[in-house]
């Protein structure tokens, strides 16, 4: 029987391509496992090292550290951090989106960006915007490493103590929950002091061995490292769950496209199964 | 009773100690330093060796780090470290190897492989024997 030939072929075809959607939902979420408990091992390191970093801020050291040392504004530094793959719902333009709006303000305030990315997203993004990329990471993969990003890092450390970019920015995906994930823009330069407990106030500072700047640089290169390196961890978390959620809902729009077809499918069979018989019936009522 | 000082030991791939002790030792880059509770602050680098938490007279926890930073404030004391392994799971064999393995690259003065790297991890090795040996010399 003819009928609905090309409904039945669209039906098949859906089946497949939500065969291949499920798949990708079933790996996304056993990485998202892993990622996710990577992003939760690098916290300690990253919340001790932030605290050091606050108790010094409070210190009155005898050298002050030029990451610490606030000056006026006239071109600041992006790091962006991206996934390297698309499906994964809005995830990247959400935060291309944040981004903007940090961007379009700078614009006014006539504040010129250089832009570091990681990731194959953030660099096809900046580059159609025109951008002045300074440097690139792509490709980093599920298990990233410190030694992955320390390049870039070193680019804009090295231009901020040069003079040439005044402030430091990262932006990344934060891991809400697996349903949600926030774009974030952190200042990472210069370093600003949080809140302290009472018991450190009064004028006291550091013993330093060997020397206040040498442990200084030592210590805020590895703080910078670390709060990039976590937005990167995070990133990739928020990236297999929002794969996830894509490809789950993609599933099932797919699960009901296919029900929507099958109906109409049957209806045609019906219809032509009544037609033909009432074709039948008046054939045989005119013999 | 005695005093006691808080002592976190985290390393960038997890947090390895976080209590209470009496009194901790570091190697830290100018020798090695024992900070005992209400020690004035303090910050420096440490360089490969062993780090030992002593709890109270008879319980005392080693653990080897490959460098890293001790920060320290009157009532607590946190150390950095590149990467810290207990002392106990140090693998003898893996260590024995590395260690051929960079003596092997230092005796290649081919120039292809980075010298300093290589010396480096040598002494990394070496550190994580020695803190062995002096383990096992304590467990007898």
């Known amino acids: ?287 | 009773m005695t005093m006691t000082i808080h002592i976190d030991i985290v390393s960038a791939e997890k947090e390895i100690f976080s209590g209470l002790a009496e009194m901790v030792f570091a190697p830290a880059e100018l020798g090695e330093v024992g900070i005992a509770p209400r020690h004035a602050p303090m910050i420096t680098k440490l360089k490969a060796g062993e780090v030992r938490v002593k709890i109270n007279d008879k319980e005392d926890h080693p653990f080897f780090i490959s460098g890293g930073i001790l920060e320290v404030q009157p009532h607590l004391i946190t150390i950095l470290a590149d990467s810290a392994i207990r002392a106990k799971d140090i693998d003898e064999a893996a260590a024995l190897e590395a260690k051929a393995r960079a003596e092997e690259a230092l005796a290649d003065k081919s120039g292809k492989i980075d010298y300093a790297t290589a010396q480096a991890r040598l002494a990394e090795a070496v550190t994580q024997l020695r803190t062995l040996d002096r383990l096992r010399k304590r467990g007898e």
Not at chain 1, 13 to 25: D, G, L
């Open chain 1, 1 to 287: 029987m003819a009928v609905g030939k090309e409904i039945r072929t669209k039906i098949s075809s859906i089946k497949n391509t939500q065969k291949i959607t499920r798949a990708m939902e079933m790996v996304a979420a056993s990485k998202m496992r892993k990622t996710k408990d990577r992003m939760q091992a690098t916290r300690p390191y990253s919340k001790r090292i932030g605290r050091i970093i606050k108790h010094l801020a409070h210190a009155n050291p005898e050298y002050k550290h030029p990451f610490l040392v606030q000056r006026e504004v006239k071109r600041v530094g992006l790091i962006v951090i991206s996934s390297d793959r698309g499906l994964c719902g809005g995830l990247n333009s959400n935060l291309f989106r944040k981004t903007l709006t940090y961007l379009s303000q700078w614009q006014k305030d006539q504040i010129e960006v250089d832009v570091c990315t990681v990731g194959t997203k953030a660099s096809g993004f900046f580059s159609i915007l025109k951008s002045n990329l300074i440097g690139q990471v792509s490709k980093i993969g599920d298990t990233p490493h410190l030694q992955d990003i320390v390049g870039i890092i070193t680019i804009m450390l090295d231009a901020y103590l040069d003079g040439k970019i005044d402030e430091l920015y990262v932006v990344n995906n934060e891991f809400v929950n697996t349903m949600t994930q926030r774009p974030t823009v952190e200042k990472l330069l210069p370093v600003v002091a949080g809140e302290i407990d009472e018991k450190l106030s009064g004028h006291w500072d550091y013993i330093y061995e060997p020397d206040a700047k040498e442990v200084l640089d030592h210590l805020f290169t590895r703080y910078i490292e670390s709060i990039v390196y976590q937005g990167l961890v995070e990133n990739n978390a928020c990236e297999q769950a929002a794969r996830m959620v894509a490809m789950k809902s993609a599933s099932d729009n797919a699960g009901n496209l296919i029900k929507e077809l099958q109906l109409v499918y049957n209806k045609a069979r019906q219809a032509a199964i009544t037609q033909e018989i009432s074709e039948i019936v008046a054939g045989a009522a005119a013999v």
